[in-house]
Each structure stands twice: as C-alpha cells, then as structure tokens.
C-alpha cells in the first residue's frame, strides 16, 4: 500500500479526497497524515517518509512549491492538486507533471493512481518544478519530454514536427536531435495547437513555420528534408491555414 499525505487547507477538500481514496483505492492508499501548511507538510513527510503525496499549491502560508523546496525526503509520487484554470492546466501538461483538477473527479483520481503504479521512479525532477513554476507565470514557450534516459525542455519554436508510431512519439528538432517518449501524439496535439502546429496526418503534426513547400497532391516538404503526407481529410483544412497565413 502507498503510505499518502494530504497537503490541503480546505478541510471540505481534504475530507472528499480521503473519501474518494477509500473508495477508488481501498488496498492501495493507506492516509498517514494531513497537512494545512507548509510548515506542517515539510514536518511530517520528512517525518513519516510517504510513499505518495497529494499537493495543494496554494496553502494558507505560501505553496506547494515551498514545501517541496524545504522537505529533505523527497522519494515520493507526487501529485498536485489545483483549481480549475486553463492557463494552470496548460501549465502542469508543458512541465509533464501530475495533476487533479478540483473538484476532483473519482474516475480521474483512479487513473491517477493508476499511472503511479507504472512509475519507476519517485523523485520528482527539479527540471520539472523549476518549468512549472516558470510555465505558471506565463505562456508556456517550451515543453518537458520525459524520456527514460532523461527530462528534455525543448522550445516549442524548436520544434519541426512530431511522428507517431502506435504509443510511442518521436520529436524531430531544429538541431537535428530527435527525442522519443512514450506517450501518443494525441497527448500532445492539444498542446501543439494551430496557428503554429497543424495534425496533417494520423501519425503526423507538423510546425507550420517549418515548411518549406507543399503540394496539391498533398505532401509537406519541411525544412529538414522530410516529406510528410496530408491526409484526405485534412486537406482542405490545411490548405486553408496555409491560405490565411499568407
């Protein structure tokens, strides 16, 4: 079982949770504690040394991120907790950390979890928390590929295109590296978004300021000599950004 503490100042949050957890996951989350503040948080887990711990990041006297910048124990799942607020989501998805929307979804909840049980590793890189804090503060410009060798922060304008092979995506880069991670392109196509990427095929997104040339026959041409193919319903589509980009 995963020895869990609850870093969260609303009690009616905290109580909903726990709830949720004995419900979703009754032989797998074991609560040990509960934490109002970052003094208190930073105490008990270096203290009771979790296995999983849920973050709010705004307590009543500072954030998340300073209990994680003081605690000395830091061999735990992580995941944060937050309000509803698309520029924070979009956040938490550019810096590939873990996250629950509040008011927390059960199903979401069980999925969450069932992603810790996949990970190897407990520590959350600091690349990561130091991405999210800048991503917070703006609009995200780069992005986090986690791979199993290491976490890569990549700007999106570096970016030439991304290819599919079943759950696994490739990213081709302006400086010739290519980057594999195993997640789907779907799980980055919200993120790459028009005007500035386009899904031109089921295993193809592109960056659009990397094309080079396009045919009526329905091939990209980027700058890196690849040909990528349009597919049938995309055309159209396609043709009319390129149109409106002119």
Known sequence: MYKTIIVEDEQRIREALSIMLEMTAPDKIQIIAYAESVEEAVKLIDRLKPDLVFMDIMLKDGTGFDVLQQ??????HLIFTTAYEQHAINAFKYSAIDYLLKPIDAEELKT??????LLKERVLENVQLNELQFNLSKTPDRIILPTQEAMYVVK???IIRCETSGSYTTFFLIDGRK???SKPLKNY???LEPPAFFRVHQSHLINVNCIVSYSREGMVLMNDKSSVPISRGKKEHFFKLMKDEV
């Open 156 to 158: 999106l304008d570096q």
């Open 71 to 76: 605690i000395a124990f830091n061999s735990f």
């Open 112 to 117: 969450a979890i069932e992603r810790i049980e």
């Open 179 to 181: 980057i594999m991670v």
């Open 189 to 191: 196509e919200e993120l």
